[in-house]
Each structure stands twice: as C-alpha cells, then as structure tokens.
C-alpha cells in the first residue's frame, strides 16, 4: 500500500514537472514566434540539406518572398552566388561554428541585397547536425552610404583643386592683360604703321582683353561659388542673379541642344538674401534641367526660367520640356542620397540639399511633372 502511495506521489512530482516544462516550451514558442514575427532582420533555417524550414516577416521584407514561396526551397536559390554559399553553408555545418561575413543576396525584384550574416549549425541532443539557422542583417543602404560618402569626399576635393586653380590662372591672366594694356600704347604710339594696320592690331588686342576680363570673370565666380562662408543676407537682383547662373553653365550648355530662355520683366527684381546660397540652388537646378533634357533625346530641348513678384516675395519656375519624372520616383526626389542617374554621373545630394538651404532662406522649393512631357520647379523666396 505505501508503495503505491509512493508512486502516486511520484506521479503527480512527474505530472507537475511536465505541465511545468508543457508552460515554459509554449513561453519559448511564443517568445521564438515574436522574434520571427517582429525582428527586421532576414532570419531562417533550414533542415540539414539546405531546404528552408522557416522563414521570418523580416526576410519577407528583407528579400520580397513571401513565406509559401519560399518553404520548401534551397536557401542557395536566393543568393547571388548559390554555388558560394553553398559551400559556406557546408563549412557551417562540418565544422559545427558559427560563420559571420557579408554576402549578397537577390531580392524578388532583381535587385542586390548586401547583408551581413551569421550563420550557425543546428545540433540535436546526440551532437547530430540536423540544419541550419541564419540572421542576416540588411546593410545595402550603409553599403551605398559609404560609397555616397566616397563619392562626396571626392567632389569636395575636386572643389578644392577647381579653387586652386583659379587661384593659379589669375596670376598669368594679369601678366596676359598687362601685356596687352602695354602693347596697346605701343601700337598707339607707333610710328610708320599703315591705319588700317593699327586698326587691326589694336582690335586684336581690344579681343585679348576682352578674353581675358571673360577668363577672370569666370575664375572669381567659381572661387565664389566654392567659398565657404557663412550665410549672409544683402540686396540682390534675382534677374542678373539668374543670368550669372546661366552664364557660370555657359561652358555646359555651349556644346548641348537645350536653349535657355528667359522670361523677365525689364525691371531688377530684389530682394534680401544670400547670393551664393541662392545661386548654388540655381545651379543645381538648371544643371538638373539640362541633364533631363539630355537623357530624353529629344532635339528641340529647352529650359525656361521665369519669375513673378508677389507681396510677400518672389517666384523663380524653371521648366524643361524633357522626360519628366516618373510617378514611382515623384516622392523620392528629396530623398537623401537618391538618384536616377547613372553610378559616377550623380550623389543623390543635390536636391535635398537645394531644399535644405531654401528652408534656412525662410523659401521653399517644389515640383511639378508630367512624365514624358517635362518638369517645372518652382522655388520660393522670401522679399526680405
């Protein structure tokens, strides 16, 4: 009799513990189904030849599958090396450790998915591997982050060296113009030359300096436009503000089809701002226009820039009749670090960039498009 008490008691200690150990293996499902369901990182597992088991809503998004499409496949079919990983996959699991590297992946769309992974054997209780578990971080944007930034390191450098060498073209251009003011009193004062003679030399020479004053012109704008100072609001005229701009592109456009237009009123049109900040937008948005012009191939292209004067300030549109902007990129323009242009050709910094400084102006930027017909940008500034 006491030994059947005995085991009674022990039954219901096993019972007990079971149900316990029942309460905490839920705890952990439920505690794993949450990481799945809530962590942005792409983490799966597969069984011991590769074949995904599981898959979470970070991988979803991470790579654009869906989980019925991807259970039941070789994880290797969504790298972009298979052949690579497959064999990091072996090496995991032969040596029983956990592997950390970057590697790419393809996501649903086409697109490369840099991520940074780990990857660990999965081992029964009698040591057996019986698969494999990966977290994979998605460090694509940091990837091209850092190549943003490389590029950025480079065009400041090129700003640089643009600034020194205007610095050093200003020396043999004044030695080239005092030549030329010295030449012209000789050929003035010279005796025994025919008139039409001196007319000739001196309207050779009346060209150099007019060269010359063009050359230095164009070297003190681009020291201006790299200068870095802070901002500093005077009275301008918008109208020979724009012109200037247009005339600091003239080397761009010169060799292109767009024609620049422009629709002014006779008046100067002035307000109180910051020139170099002002002209750094123009800048950015008329070589903008140009650069879509361009690209849409088209051999009648123009770019016009017009201008209003309201009671609380000034409107500046600058239209071109290129290829507009396509719905799917409307909302990403202002975006930092996007671009719809070619690697090398552009940053992604320009227009936040534009946005940024009209908002320390007290002005706004925006845009209007039609794809296929063209894009007007319109900034606002503020009187004073």
């Given at each position: 009799?006491?030994?059947?008490?005995?085991?009674?008691?022990?039954?219901?200690?096993?019972?007990?513990?079971?149900?316990?150990?029942?309460?905490?293996?839920?705890?952990?499902?439920?505690?794993?189904?949450?990481?799945?369901?809530?962590?942005?990182?792409?983490?799966?597992?597969?069984?011991?030849?590769?074949?995904?088991?599981?898959?979470?809503?970070?991988?979803?998004?991470?790579?654009?599958?869906?989980?019925?499409?991807?259970?039941?496949?070789?994880?290797?079919?969504?790298?972009?090396?298979?052949?690579?990983?497959?064999?990091?996959?072996?090496?995991?699991?032969t040596?029983?450790?956990?592997?950390?590297?970057?590697?790419?992946?393809?996501?649903k769309?086409?697109?490369r998915?840099?991520?940074?992974?780990?990857?660990?054997?999965?081992?029964?209780?009698e040591?057996?591997?019986?698969?494999?578990?990966?977290?994979?971080?998605?460090?694509?944007?940091?990837?091209?982050?850092?190549?943003?930034?490389?590029?950025?390191?480079?065009?400041?450098?090129?700003?640089?060296?643009?600034?020194?060498?205007a610095?050093?073209?200003?020396?043999?251009?004044?030695?080239?113009?005092?030549?030329s003011?010295?030449?012209?009193?000789?050929?003035?004062?010279?005796?025994?030359?025919?008139?039409?003679?001196?007319?000739?030399?001196?309207?050779?020479?009346?060209?150099?300096?007019?060269?010359?004053?063009r050359?230095?012109h164009?070297?003190?704008?681009l020291?201006d436009?790299?200068?870095?100072?802070?901002?500093?609001?005077?009275?301008?005229?918008?109208?020979?503000?724009?012109?200037?701009?247009?005339?600091?592109?003239?080397?761009?456009?010169?060799h292109?089809p767009?024609?620049?237009?422009?629709?002014?009123?006779?008046?100067?049109?002035?307000?109180?701002?910051?020139?170099?900040?002002?002209?750094?937008?123009?800048?950015?948005v008329?070589?903008?226009?140009?650069?879509?012009?361009?690209?849409?191939g088209?051999?009648?292209?123009?770019?016009?820039?017009?201008?209003?004067?309201?009671?609380?300030?000034?409107?500046?549109?600058?239209?071109?009749?290129?290829?507009?902007?396509?719905?799917?990129?409307?909302?990403?323009?202002?975006?930092?670090?996007?671009?719809?242009?070619?690697?090398?050709?552009?940053?992604?910094?320009?227009?936040?960039?534009?946005?940024?400084?009209?908002?320390?102006?007290?002005?706004?930027?925006?845009?209007?498009?039609?794809?296929?017909?063209?894009t007007?940008?319109?900034?606002?500034?503020?009187?004073?």
């Amino acid at each position: 009799m006491e030994s059947n008490n005995d085991l009674a008691a022990e039954l219901k200690k096993v019972t007990r513990e079971l149900a316990s150990y029942k309460i905490e293996l839920h705890q952990t499902r439920g505690y794993l189904h949450c990481i799945l369901q809530n962590s942005r990182d792409m983490i799966f597992a597969t069984d011991v030849t590769g074949i995904v088991v599981s898959f979470s809503k970070g991988a979803e998004k991470i790579l654009g599958y869906s989980l019925a499409e991807v259970i039941g496949r070789p994880i290797t079919d969504f790298a972009e090396d298979p052949s690579a990983f497959e064999q990091v996959m072996n090496s995991c699991q032969t040596d029983g450790c956990a592997v950390t590297l970057d590697f790419h992946f393809r996501h649903k769309d086409g697109s490369r998915v840099h991520c940074h992974a780990s990857l660990m054997s999965l081992t029964n209780r009698e040591g057996g591997v019986v698969g494999t578990v990966g977290v994979c971080t998605d460090i694509t944007q940091w990837k091209k982050l850092q190549d943003d930034l490389v590029q950025v390191d480079r065009l400041a450098e090129i700003g640089r060296i643009a600034a020194g060498v205007a610095h050093e073209m200003n020396n043999p251009l004044a030695v080239i113009s005092e030549a030329s003011g010295w030449a012209r009193e000789v050929v003035t004062d010279a005796a025994g030359l025919a008139d039409v003679d001196r007319k000739e030399l001196l309207d050779t020479l009346e060209k150099i300096d007019a060269q010359t004053r063009r050359c230095r012109h164009i070297t003190h704008r681009l020291l201006d436009f790299t200068r870095d100072s802070a901002p500093a609001k005077q009275a301008l005229d918008i109208h020979e503000l724009l012109r200037g701009t247009v005339e600091l592109l003239r080397p761009e456009l010169k060799h292109s089809p767009v024609k620049v237009e422009f629709g002014f009123s006779d008046d100067p049109l002035m307000v109180r701002s910051d020139p170099r900040l002002l002209e750094q937008v123009f800048v950015n948005v008329v070589t903008n226009a140009v650069h879509a012009v361009l690209e849409s191939g088209k051999p009648d292209g123009q770019i016009a820039i017009r201008t209003a004067r309201y009671d609380s300030g000034v409107q500046v549109d600058i239209e071109d009749n290129g290829g507009g902007i396509p719905k799917e990129n409307q909302d990403k323009m202002f975006k930092l670090f996007f671009t719809t242009k070619p690697p090398g050709k552009g940053t992604g910094l320009g227009l936040p960039i534009c946005r940024n400084l009209m908002e320390k102006l007290g002005g706004e930027i925006t845009f209007e498009t039609e794809p296929g017909q063209g894009t007007t940008f319109t900034l606002w500034i503020p009187g004073d």
